[in-house]
């Protein structure tokens, strides 16, 4: 089984609706991370979380918001979504301290008319 | 800021090829930098971590350098195949010092393909 876990893998929603995006993960890991993917944009960090009681904007965070419902898992929201927000989502675990690898998980396709 | 750039944009070999693939980053003040390899529409693997004490690191075929001082690694991937047929990513940790929060700086990506 993956380590890191996203739930759905593909989504397909309608402008000014709310959509939850779900991560898991079975690392054991402190850090959980949020981060969008565009092309010719790169992959650009969204939310970060150190752990339940911690979590931080990234540098794109307008329109999102997070929630860290326990050390294991950590689900992002678009409160109304519009389509800029059509991306590859990936959720990322780290173990604590700056000196640790990142993992990723497979990613979500959102797609928003 | 800290910016990542890597050349070549895409790269195109025959099978058996050594290669290697560049990522600059413009501040030297790092933690790591982590090289990372996906495939279309899948998640990002990771390959290879360098601390920013390292000079290198080696994984089988693959082999990545760190010269912190002037904001350079290289990827080298040795006998190319067919199935390393993707795109790279390198990522670079910026030492924030103790409010680091762990954000990765990414490349745009070097996308490779290997033809028989």
């Known amino acids: 089984d993956a380590d890191v876990t996203q739930t759905p893998r593909n989504r397909i929603t309608k402008t000014g609706k709310r959509i939850m995006l779900e991560c898991s993960q079975t690392k054991g890991h402190d850090r959980m991370y949020w981060y969008r993917q565009d092309p010719g944009l790169g992959l650009r960090l969204i939310y970060y979380?150190?752990?339940?009681?911690?979590?931080n904007k990234g540098e794109i965070s307008d329109g999102y918001s997070v929630s860290r419902q326990a050390q294991a898992k950590f689900s992002l929201s678009l409160e109304s979504a519009i389509p800029n927000q059509t991306a590859l989502y990936f959720c990322?675990?780290?173990?604590?301290?700056?000196?640790?690898?990142?993992?990723f998980g497979p990613g979500t396709r959102l797609t928003v008319l | 800021k800290q910016e990542v750039t890597q050349i070549p944009a895409a790269l195109s070999v025959p099978e058996g090829e050594n290669l290697v693939l560049n990522c600059s980053f413009t501040?030297?003040?790092?933690?790591?930098l982590q090289w990372f390899r996906q495939d279309p529409g899948k998640g990002l693997t990771s390959l290879l971590l360098i601390q920013s004490s390292q000079r290198e690191q080696t994984s089988g075929r693959l082999n990545a350098s760190l010269d912190k001082s002037s904001g350079r690694s290289t990827l080298y991937i040795a006998a190319s195949q067919p199935g390393d047929s993707a795109t790279y990513l390198c990522a670079v940790k910026l030492n924030a010092g103790g409010t680091s929060y762990g954000k990765l700086t990414f490349g745009q990506g070097t996308i490779l393909t290997v033809h028989p």
């Open positions: 501040d030297s003040a790092i933690y790591n």
């Open positions: 979380s150190f752990d339940v009681k911690d979590i």
């Open positions: 990322a675990t780290s173990g604590r301290g700056p000196y640790n690898e990142q993992f």
